[in-house]
């Protein structure tokens, strides 16, 4: 493969990579800003990172990069069957703003990826790839800053794909599960490449047009920098102070009530709470990637083509998810336009984390493996040392 020579090159040098605790519950806290904090887990989990550099890749938007670097981690080995086809590799996907180091703690790899659990990494080949603009993947801070080119999810799927093929080999993904803006891409690799894996899992989304409370939600994240004379149509020296806004925009997104009371049941608990949490994400947030995260949803809308979904689909939100309200009843009207597809509602609870339900496997992972198991049998395979 001629893009292959940077991932390579990048995976011998990682090695079994060790992500610290600290790690791992900045990343959880970032696909959740408002959850209450969880017990202490395993402080690591082993993988392999890697980067694949993609040539000459065309956006949406009518701009080009002529390499556009995508981060990735693995975990496990994949399997081929007599054809040299992987049939055990399972593509995670990550949320608006984070990246594949969300799914490396104790409340996600922790549940899921052991000996014995659902996604045991002895029998599946996992891959989280950090998506365009976002982790240790092309973005627009990198450099270009608003001359980046606009992406979309359609441009992000095409990348994760050709990460898949061009990268690793794999060619076949026996599970698509995405979380939030992952769940999103579990729907356009649905809709647009049908087939191409066994079954899909999305969870915390809806499989429609961003709309409604939520699209305000981001219009107003987005005009809060976009607004802010500091932001120099993104060519400022320092972060503009409508970063903060857009922050606490966020923060309300990804909030739910019983969480933050639990969080934080003082006025002055309540304050640390939010003092803490925009000091951290403006540390760690780029205007410029914020914005164009936010704005990769414009076009998002895979309703009409929900019929060309021919694989079993296990579709999961809950019920405090306050970015896809039940009470909205979108999902009962739209999941019957897929035949092979199974909707959960995880009822509001001490265990789930509103939107960041999706993070906290324990809440869901009997219905995974429930899921997992009632799929077709895979050709008889053989461990292959990774490309």
């Given at each position: 493969m001629p893009h292959t020579t940077t991932a390579r090159a990048a995976r011998r040098l990682a090695g079994a990579a060790l992500l610290a605790l600290g790690t791992a519950r900045a990343a959880r806290a970032q696909a959740n800003p408002g959850a209450v904090s969880a017990p202490p887990g395993p402080r690591a989990v082993a993988a392999l990172q890697g980067d694949v550099t993609l040539r000459d890749f065309h956006f949406d938007s009518g701009g080009t990069l002529p390499a556009l670097r995508l981060h990735y981690r693995t975990l496990g080995r994949p399997r081929r069957d007599a054809a040299g086809v992987v049939r055990n590799a399972v593509l995670i996907l990550h949320g608006t703003g984070g990246a594949g180091t969300q799914f490396l703690g104790a409340n996600f790899a922790g549940e899921l990826f052991g000996p014995g659990q659902p996604l045991d990494t002895a029998r599946y080949y996992i891959v989280l790839p950090d998506g365009i603009g976002h982790g240790q993947s092309s973005k627009p801070s990198d450099g270009l800053h608003a001359r980046f080119p606009h992406y979309t999810y359609g441009d992000m799927v095409r990348a994760e794909r050709r990460l898949l093929e061009e990268g690793l080999g794999v060619r076949h993904l026996r599970l698509i599960l995405g979380t939030s803006m992952g769940c999103m891409h579990a729907w356009v690799w649905g809709t647009t490449q049908p087939g191409y894996a066994d079954a899909l899992a999305p969870f915390a989304c809806l499989p429609t047009q961003i709309a409604g409370r939520n699209?305000?939600?981001?219009?107003?994240?987005?005009?809060?920098?976009?607004?802010?004379?500091?932001?120099?149509?993104?060519?400022?020296?320092?972060?503009?102070?409508?970063?903060?806004?857009?922050?606490?925009?966020?923060?309300?997104?990804?909030?739910?009530?019983?969480?933050?009371?639990?969080?934080?049941?003082?006025?002055?608990?309540?304050?640390?709470?939010?003092?803490?949490?925009?000091?951290?994400?403006?540390?760690?947030?780029?205007?410029?990637?914020?914005?164009?995260?936010?704005?990769?949803?414009?076009?998002?809308?895979?309703?009409?083509?929900?019929?060309?979904?021919?694989?079993?689909?296990?579709?999961?939100?809950?019920?405090?998810?306050?970015?896809?309200?039940?009470?909205?009843?979108?999902?009962?009207?739209?999941?019957?336009?897929?035949?092979?597809?199974?909707?959960?509602?995880?009822?509001?609870?001490?265990?789930?984390?509103?939107?960041?339900?999706?993070?906290?496997?324990?809440?869901?992972?009997?219905?995974?493996?429930?899921?997992?198991?009632?799929?077709?049998?895979?050709?008889?395979?053989?461990?292959?040392?990774?490309?």
């Open positions: 699209r305000m939600f981001r219009r107003m994240a987005m005009d809060d920098i976009r607004r802010d004379p500091a932001w120099q149509d993104g060519e400022y020296r320092a972060q503009p102070p409508g970063l903060t806004a857009a922050l606490e925009i966020l923060f309300v997104m990804g909030s739910a009530p019983l969480v933050q009371q639990a969080q934080a049941p003082t006025q002055r608990a309540a304050d640390s709470v939010i003092t803490a949490f925009l000091a951290a994400r403006r540390a760690a947030t780029d205007a410029n990637d914020f914005l164009y995260q936010f704005d990769a949803s414009r076009d998002y809308n895979p309703s009409a083509l929900l019929d060309r979904v021919r694989v079993p689909v296990l579709a999961i939100n809950s019920a405090d998810d306050e970015i896809n309200p039940p009470d909205l009843r979108i999902m009962e009207r739209l999941i019957p336009r897929v035949p092979t597809a199974r909707y959960v509602l995880i009822p509001a609870g001490p265990t789930t984390r509103g939107h960041g339900t999706h993070t906290q496997a324990a809440v869901w992972k009997a219905e995974l493996a429930r899921f997992l198991d009632a799929l077709p049998p895979v050709p008889n395979t053989s461990a292959q040392t990774a490309r």
